[in-house]
């Protein structure tokens, strides 16, 4: 399967398009006509920052350094403005090093609070996995809500993959448990974990998403390989919480950001990395399986601003 | 929920709390504080700052009571301006007037449209309708098993016909279904859709037409960023939204969501969802949020609860068993039953004014278990006279129960304790900074 970059880009520009009107739009209407970049348009770049979701710390250093390069004439005119931000963007967003491939089989366990669409985005990953040749194994660890299980065992059919699968109610770390089993003994490229959503303030559930990570690397020395945090792109500064208190509970490894396809403003993504300094690993901006990508700074910036 | 937004907004109100002046000057520190506080709640821009005019507008001169400091006042006005943004008073469900009541669920994605249609059906269940629920999700995998999973675990009743495949047939169907369940409100969930959506839309539209709903519901996600009321104002031109349900409230979201949506939209906010059981659910009280916002506290939803927990008759009896002091372990476990029916602790103690709960302290709600666990260990007479409780008989309960003789040994200490507390009750007072409740039930 080719999933074309450009297509995706446009994509990605067309899903943020809102922002880009509000963001780049502001600040050109902000600074047309004005000579001296003094605070008043300062303020009003920040403002508009806000209003992307960006947040208050991340949209106040970005702006203090914005205000650096203009004492400094690094920024001399208004048209220096927003390609200075998107460097600063793609700077701020490009953190930590690639996806790793490690472990045979490669554990990806997926988390997240209810609704994120952790099980929709596993699905695309498995469908992206075994297009690419690797043979793959799904586990519906998400016994909690009520059939979730047939929902990925739909996708699993639709990948081509297989599956393991316990009853409705059972413990999920009994599924990751026999996935990994199932791995090993088959000898797979790939096993992606699926749990049930959880809020990250409930510290119960929290407990029992550590135990099935326990588990995972009691199995399997080195694993889970990646441990992905699921964030809806729809969600505001609460993001940043549910990174922080998830990545407390078990060590993630990265974040993929999914619905960015029209409603979000984007730049929740901005102050996620900004403030956690977790690199994002893919973004999902459409409904088919090949609207999920593996994020690329450069080109998130140039779509956002 | 809304704890941040909470914390912001108190500082930068104790600031205006002791001044016997509103000045402009004074004023204007305090409301940018305001302004900041609901910005980092992803509060939508026009709203914070139609919001901060108004109250500073107010705050000018005429509207000052004589019976209130000028610091007051200014919580007052941010208080009142808040419980309008929050939609003024609460609103229950739009019932027919005669025939069967039809509502149709719609939202985003994972906003929680499938558990909220369960709920609300459980919710109405309550209140003496007959629900019918029926899905007309046909893109998400398994969306219409989930819909009849949780319907067959409430037994209420779920049209699923699997053989056809079109939203608006479907939904044709359960409308005629509805006579032989004998069902009054048919609840209809639909397929999560972005406001973008052309095709899906439509779709959504043309389910409108063919069911006549009597309550359009937009489903919204309490921790959507700043574009949640652009969301739901797309929704509202196309199927004009009647009513808001928020959900996902047990969360740490700062709730601009809820503080945006009915200024734009119009369309109040009716009830939140705040847990994952189909019983985790509420009326949306826009007074007590506000109370709740500005850390007041929320003592009416906990009697509220209490009461509704507390089955009036055994209430009563407690109070007189209390007042005569022969409150025994029989009554404590009584009075567990009732706590434990009123839902999980730690959403009780968001409500109790003054009361911070550290964002860490778990509630062991498994200690529960075991208390019962202990007094159902204990005989007749142990139960009634716990002085006659020694060492022997100790050993025996901490057997019986699977626990140990530290435990016994709290619990009866708590006991004794509660008894104590009792008593000073019933000189009348109160519990220590809760104002009032020491009274209730009198």
Known sequence: ???????????????????????????????????????????????ALIAADVGLPTASALIASLRDAVKSKDVATADDIRPFLRKRIEALVAVGEGANHAGAPHVILMVGVNGAGKTTTIGKLATRFSADGKSVIVAAGDTFRAAAIEQLAEWSRRAGCEIIRHQAGADPSAVAFDAIRAGIARKKDIVIIDTAGRLHTRSNLMEELKKVYRIIGRELEGAPHETLLVVDGTTGQNAINQVKEFHASIKLSGIVITKLDGTSKGGAVVGIVNETKLPIRYIGVGEAAEDLQPFDAALFAEALI | MFEQLGNRLSEALRKIKGLSQLSDANMADALGEVRLALLDADVANEVVKDFIEKIRAQSKGTAVLKSLAPGQMAIKIVYDELVSLLGGHRAGINMADKGPTVVLMTGLQGSGKTTTTAKLALHLRKEGFR??????????????????????????????????????????????????????????????RLQIDEELMAELEKIKKEISPNEVLFIADAMTGRQAADIALTFHKRVQITGVILTKMDGDARGGAALSIKSVVGAPIKFSGIGEKPEQFEVFHPDRMAQRILGMGDVLSLIEKAQEAANEEEAKKLERKMSAGDFDLNDFMQQLNMVKKMGPLNQLMGMVPGLKIPKDAAIDEGALGRVEAIINSMTKEERKSYTIINGSRKERIAEGSGTDINEVNRLLKQFVQMKKVMKTFKKGGGLPGMPGVGRIGR
Do not use: H, W
């Open chain 2, 131 to 192: 629900p019918m629920l029926v899905s007309a999700d046909i893109y998400r995998p398994a969306a219409r098993e989930q819909l009849s999973v949780l319907g067959a675990q409430l037994e209420i009743p779920v049209c699923y016909p699997a053989d056809l495949n079109d939203p608006v047939k479907i939904c044709k169907k359960a409308m005629q279904a509805m006579k032989d369940e004998d069902a009054n409100v048919l609840l209809v969930d639909t397929a999560g």
């Open chain 1, 1 to 47: 399967m080719v999933f074309g970059k450009e297509g995706f880009f446009s994509r990605l520009k067309k899903g943020l398009a809102k922002t880009s009107e509000t963001l780049a739009g502001k600040i050109v209407s902000i600074t047309t006509g004005r000579m001296a970049l003094d605070d008043a348009t300062l303020e009003g770049i920040e403002d």
